[in-house]
C-alpha cells in the first residue's frame, strides 16, 4: 500500500457508522494488514495528524467532524490452531465481522461464544468493551490480543489476565489510542456446557432436549430473541445498548428495593448489578421521541435516531436520561459507546 496514494479526503462516515449520524473525516484510508497500519500510522506523524482507529462504527457516537486520519481497519483472517480433543483456538483479523465469527464457530461444533451472537462489530472491537450477552463475556473465552503498542512500536500479545477485563471494560478501553488490536484469539470447546441461566434464552429453549442442543442452536436462539426486541441497525439507527447495568452496592440496592419493590437486578461479584433498561424505563423514557432522535419502544436501553439526528442530539438525550435516572433513584448510568469528533 502507498498511502499517497489510497489516503481519501473529505469522506463522508454516514455510512460507517451504526447511529447514521453525518460527519465528515479529513483524512480516511483502508488498512488491511500489520504492514499497511504501520505506514497508515507513519503517514500521519510526518504530518501531526490525528488518528482514529474505526471497525463497524457500532459502538461510537460521532459528535462532530473528524479533524485527523480515520484508519479503518479491515485486516481479515479467520483459522484453527491448537485443535485436539480438549478444543481448539480460533484466531480472528481485527477486520473480521464478529457475528459471522460467531457463526463460523458454532457450525463447527464449538461452544463459548454462541450467546455473543448478532452483537454488530469487528473481531477487533471486542475486546475493548469486553462485549457480552446472555451471561457471557468475551473475556471467559479470550487467550490474547495481538495489538500494536503506539507508545512502544512494538507489536505485543497481551493474555487474557494483561487485558485486565472487567464489566464492558478492559485495559484499552482505558487507555485510548494507546493500543490497536491485529488479531485476537479464542479457546474453544465441543464440550464446555452451554449456558443458559437467563430467562429470556431458557423460556425460548424450553421445548428442546438439553441434549438435543447444540452451539449454533443457542446462537439461533439468541440471534431470535434479539431480533424480536432489538431493533436494526439498516432499518433503525442506533448504537445498541446506550449504557452499561450500574453495579451498586448491596446496602444501596436495599434502599432501591424498599422504594420500588420491583427494581431488577443480580447479584454481581459481592454488590448488584440493576437493570439499566428497567431504570430508564421506570423515569418514562421507553418509547420517547423528539422529532429526530428517542428511545426505542420495545427496548429502554438502546436510544435511535429516527430522523437524521446529530450525535450531538443523540448525547443531549443520553444526558436527559442520565439526569432523570441520578435523580430519582441515585444511579449514575455510564454510556457505553465512545464520543468522537471535534
Known amino acids: 500500500m502507498n498511502p499517497e496514494a489510497e489516503v481519501q479526503e473529505w469522506v463522508s462516515l454516514f455510512g460507517l457508522n451504526t447511529l447514521g449520524v453525518s460527519a465528515t473525516a479529513r483524512y480516511y484510508i483502508e ?35 473528524v479533524d485527523g486520519l480515520v484508519i479503518h481497519m479491515q485486516i481479515p483472517g479467520r483459522y484453527w490452531e491448537q485443535v485436539d480433543e480438549t478444543g481448539a483456538t480460533l484466531v480472528l483479523g481485527a477486520g473480521e465481522n464478529w457475528h459471522q465469527a460467531v457463526l463460523y464457530a458454532a457450525g463447527a461444533g464449538y461452544r463459548g461464544i454462541e450467546n455473543l451472537a448478532l452483537i454488530p462489530g469487528t473481531a477487533g472491537a471486542a475486546p475493548v468493551q469486553n462485549i457480552g450477552a446472555y451471561g457471557v463475556e468475551l473475556c471467559d473465552t479470550l487467550v490474547s490480543v495481538t495489538a500494536l503498542d503506539r507508545e512502544s512500536g512494538q507489536t505485543l500479545r497481551l493474555d487474557n489476565a494483561a487485558c485486565d477485563f472487567t464489566y464492558r471494560d478492559s485495559v484499552f478501553k482505558r487507555s485510548p489510542g494507546r493500543y490497536i488490536i491485529t488479531e ?23 421445548s428442546a432436549a438439553s441434549k438435543e442442543l447444540t452451539a449454533l442452536k443457542v446462537a439461533e436462539a439468541v440471534i431470535a430473541i434479539r431480533r424480536r426486541k432489538l431493533p436494526d441497525p439498516e432499518t433503525i439507527p442506533n448504537a445498541g445498548s ?25 447479584p ?75
Open 31 to 65: 488498512v488491511k494488514s500489520l504492514d499497511d497500519l504501520h505506514r497508515a500510522l507513519a503517514w500521519a506523524q510526518n504530518r501531526g495528524c490525528k488518528t482514529l482507529v474505526l471497525g463497524s462504527g457500532s459502538n461510537l457516537v460521532f459528535s462532530g467532524d
Open 242 to 266: 446506550f449504557f452499561k447495568n450500574p453495579v451498586v452496592p448491596v446496602a444501596q440496592f436495599k434502599d432501591i428495593q424498599s422504594l420500588y419493590p420491583k427494581v431488577v437486578g443480580h
Open 268 to 342: 454481581y461479584n459481592g454488590a448488584i448489578k440493576l437493570a439499566a433498561a428497567w431504570l430508564i424505563d421506570q423515569c418514562g423514557w421507553k418509547g420517547y421521541r423528539n422529532s429526530r432522535v428517542g428511545v426505542h419502544s420495545r427496548q429502554a436501553l438502546v436510544l435511535i435516531n429516527h430522523a437524521g439526528g446529530s450525535g450531538h442530539e443523540v448525547l443531549e438525550l443520553a444526558a436527559a436520561i442520565r439526569a432523570s435516572v441520578q435523580s430519582r433513584f441515585g444511579v449514575t448510568l455510564e454510556m457505553e459507546p465512545g464520543v468522537v469528533g471535534t
Open 184 to 206: 485476537i484469539r479464542l479457546r474453544l470447546s465441543p464440550t464446555t456446557p452451554l449456558q443458559l441461566g437467563y430467562r429470556e434464552l431458557e423460556d425460548y429453549l424450553e
